[in-house]
């Protein structure tokens, strides 16, 4: 069954837009295993010597739109074989261009591709309609809530940008490299929020287990579409009874939390990020409301951000046969 509507940020609107114009999964794959480092990211030498601090960007635009050409046929929104919507952030207004919808129709499908994926600092921002726009990412990486619309279920497909792990020596890299973390962070906080406040209609998470590949690394193609694969396939196999639900974001499973007193130093953190979940005793210790939990794979940060890891989560059953609640907030 063919979607009702493609919707993406940055590399998620190139390949959304492929889709969505009649490229082939076989040309996407072709395209991912055969490309390398040099072809995307060429230096803006000349620029950065004349503009120095003026300079728009690190690299080079070219290779960037030549790319998306080879993907994305230069057709106009209205002429794509399903509905699509590229996110974007208009530079200049800070508000988000989602090209697509009513009004913001009559563009080129590549050029608004483009400005999804220029990611400020690393490409120049691109021109969409007479609008400077950028990465929609610096609003919105995962572009839901305006594709759920008169939807009944909605598959996000998050690759990565919200599973923080930490990295070592990220201060001696120079300031793109920590830019760049500093951007992943704040997406994180961004899709943190919206999906805690996801409620219809039900969603179905896919999230490869890929956050360990960075940005710019290439030569990991095979490995990463085998991992989206099987992710994906997990996940649809929650479908059923994602629909049969009201709503909520799945696949959820059966989760035992436990808190280890003796290294709770008291931060409170976990009952900042789960406040329905975590309260704090008489001597300053963080206690758990409830210990057996159905979560989805948007929940469990508090797991993570324990400073101490005081806090350990383990799966009791593989998957939750039926619409059960989700972590308390």
Same mark, same amino acid.
């Given at each position: 069954?063919?979607?009702?509507?493609?919707?993406?940020?940055?590399?998620?609107?190139?390949?959304?837009?492929?889709?969505?114009?009649?490229?082939?999964?076989?040309?996407?794959?072709?395209?991912?295993?055969?490309?390398?480092?040099?072809?995307?990211?060429?230096?803006?030498?000349?620029?950065?010597?004349?503009?120095?601090?003026?300079?728009?960007?690190?690299?080079?635009?070219?290779?960037?739109?030549?790319?998306?050409?080879?993907?994305?046929?230069?057709?106009?929104?209205?002429?794509?074989?399903?509905?699509?919507?590229?996110?974007?952030?208009?530079?200049?207004?800070?508000?988000?261009?989602?090209?697509?919808?009513?009004?913001?129709?009559?563009?080129?499908?590549?050029?608004?591709?483009?400005?999804?994926?220029?990611?400020?600092?690393?490409?120049?921002?691109?021109?969409?309609?007479?609008?400077?726009?950028?990465?929609?990412?610096?609003?919105?990486?995962?572009?839901?809530?305006?594709?759920?619309?008169?939807?009944?279920?909605?598959?996000?497909?998050?690759?990565?940008?919200?599973?923080?792990?930490?990295?070592?020596?990220?201060?001696?890299?120079?300031?793109?490299?920590?830019?760049?973390?500093?951007?992943?962070?704040?997406?994180?906080?961004?899709?943190?929020?919206?999906?805690?406040?996801?409620?219809?209609?039900?969603?179905?998470?896919?999230?490869?287990?890929?956050?360990?590949?960075?940005?710019?690394?290439?030569?990991?193609?095979?490995?990463?579409?085998?991992?989206?694969?099987?992710?994906?396939?997990?996940?649809? &196999?929650? =479908?059923? !009874?994602?629909?049969?639900?009201? +709503?909520? /974001?799945?696949? @959820? *499973? $059966?989760?035992?939390?436990?808190?280890?007193?003796?290294?709770?130093?008291?931060?409170?953190?976990?009952?900042?990020?789960?406040?329905?979940?975590?309260?704090?005793?008489?001597?300053?210790?963080?206690?758990?409301?409830?210990?057996?939990?159905?979560?989805?794979?948007? &929940?469990? =940060?508090? !797991?993570?951000?324990?400073?101490? +890891?005081? /806090?350990?989560? @383990? *799966? $009791?059953?593989?998957?939750?046969?039926?619409?059960?609640?989700?972590?308390?907030?």
């Amino acid at each position: 069954m063919a979607p009702a509507l493609v919707a993406g940020t940055s590399i998620g609107a190139l390949i959304g837009a492929a889709i969505a114009t009649g490229t082939t999964r076989a040309a996407l794959e072709d395209a991912a295993r055969g490309l390398s480092r040099r072809d995307l990211f060429v230096i803006n030498r000349v620029k950065i010597l004349l503009d120095r601090m003026r300079t728009p960007s690190v690299y080079s635009a070219e290779p960037l739109q030549a790319l998306i050409a080879r993907l994305v046929p230069d057709v106009r929104f209205d002429d794509a074989q399903m509905p699509l919507l590229v996110n974007t952030v208009d530079a200049e207004t800070g508000f988000q261009v989602i090209w697509g919808l009513p009004g913001h129709r009559e563009v080129a499908v590549r050029d608004a591709v483009y400005a999804s994926c220029a990611l400020p600092g690393a490409y120049p921002p691109g021109v969409v309609g007479g609008h400077v726009c950028v990465d929609g990412g610096a609003a919105d990486n995962l572009p839901v809530t305006i594709a759920a619309q008169d939807m009944e279920l909605v598959i996000a497909v998050d690759v990565g940008s919200t599973d923080l792990t930490r990295d070592d020596g990220i201060a001696t890299r120079g300031f793109f490299d920590i830019s760049m973390r500093a951007a992943q962070i704040t997406m994180a906080a961004l899709q943190r929020e919206q999906l805690n406040r996801w409620t219809t209609p039900p969603m179905l998470l896919v999230r490869p287990r890929v956050n360990h590949v960075g940005w710019f690394e290439f030569g990991h193609a095979g490995f990463l579409i085998d991992e989206g694969y099987r992710a994906a396939r997990e996940a649809l &196999d929650h =479908v059923d !009874v994602a629909l049969a639900s009201e +709503g909520g /974001i799945f696949p @959820r *499973r $059966v989760m035992e939390v436990d808190v280890e007193r003796e290294r709770c130093v008291g931060c409170r953190m976990c009952t900042v990020l789960a406040p329905g979940l975590f309260v704090m005793d008489a001597e300053g210790k963080a206690v758990l409301r409830e210990r057996i939990l159905h979560w989805s794979p948007a &929940d469990g =940060v508090f !797991v993570r951000q324990c400073p101490t +890891g005081a /806090i350990t989560a @383990r *799966r $009791v059953e593989r998957r939750v046969s039926g619409a059960m609640p989700s972590v308390p907030s």
